[in-house]
């Protein structure tokens, strides 16, 4: 089975600064998806950015970058010059390379953009 | 039209009600899903169409019903609800499995069962 957590329920940041969301998964597959999903006020799921588990080099979407490290199984999203529209709720989400079709989300980051 | 639109946005309903959330895409995407959410939690998988067909169905008590009547088009019919059923229930559609290109989800249909 594949777990996804996120160990920080909430965090802040101040307008402008720099904040890194960790995130950790378990999984006995070798080629596999990440995602990043960031879910504000609006509702909508939004996705973030993206992996493929058999690139080594780590993905990066204009102030939106990843810490991918395969061998110890962690994914933090790092967001440059926070936005007040970068609040929201951030899910890591991981998918299987050969069935895809179905996403295991972590428990999520409540992130908060000081003004 | 790279959207996925969801109605409606809100709906109360009783237990004794029947009712269906509707879904729409028309981005050509051939996988559709139904999501239920609660507050501060992830995301949770109840179905899964691929090409108009049900592919999965995660353990779903029969008191909701999917149905696809066609590629852009995902309805989820509710009938005898529980009050635990209130969520916000979340559509979403992909091209083919959604490894490339993620998925696009709506903005979801929040149901309150009284």
């Known amino acids: 089975a594949q777990t996804v957590t996120q160990s920080q329920p909430e965090m802040s940041v101040q307008e402008a600064e720099t904040v890194t969301l960790s995130c950790t998964y378990d999984?006995?597959?070798?080629?596999?998806?990440l995602f990043w999903y960031k879910q504000p006020p609006s509702r909508q799921m939004i996705l973030v950015i993206r992996q493929e588990a058999y690139k080594q080099q780590n993905a990066t979407e204009n102030r939106f970058s990843v810490n991918f490290q395969k061998a110890a199984k962690s994914f933090s999203l790092k967001i440059s010059d926070s936005q007040l529209g970068d609040t929201a709720m951030y899910f890591c989400?991981?998918?299987?390379?050969?069935?895809?079709?179905?996403?295991?989300f972590g428990t999520g980051t409540s992130l908060t953009v000081i003004p | 039209d790279t959207e996925v639109t969801q109605t409606p946005k809100h709906l109360v309903m009783g237990m004794t009600n029947k009712k269906s959330l509707k879904c729409e895409q028309h981005m050509g995407h051939r996988a559709m899903y139904w999501y239920k959410q609660k507050a501060k939690k992830p995301p949770e998988l109840m179905f899964v169409?691929?090409?108009?067909?049900?592919?999965i169905n995660e353990s779903v008590p029969s008191r909701f019903s999917p149905e696809c009547p066609n590629s852009s088009l995902l309805n989820l019919h509710l009938h005898a609800l529980q009050p635990e059923d209130s969520a916000l229930y979340l559509c979403?559609?992909?091209?083919?499995?959604?490894?490339?290109?993620?998925?696009?989800f709506g903005s979801g249909t929040r149901l309150t069962v009284v």
């Open positions: 979403a559609s992909s091209q083919d499995s959604g490894k490339i290109y993620g998925y696009t």
């Open positions: 999984t006995s597959e070798n080629n596999y998806y």
């Open positions: 169409y691929s090409y108009e067909k049900l592919s």
């Open positions: 989400a991981f998918m299987k390379y050969n069935t895809g079709n179905q996403f295991y």
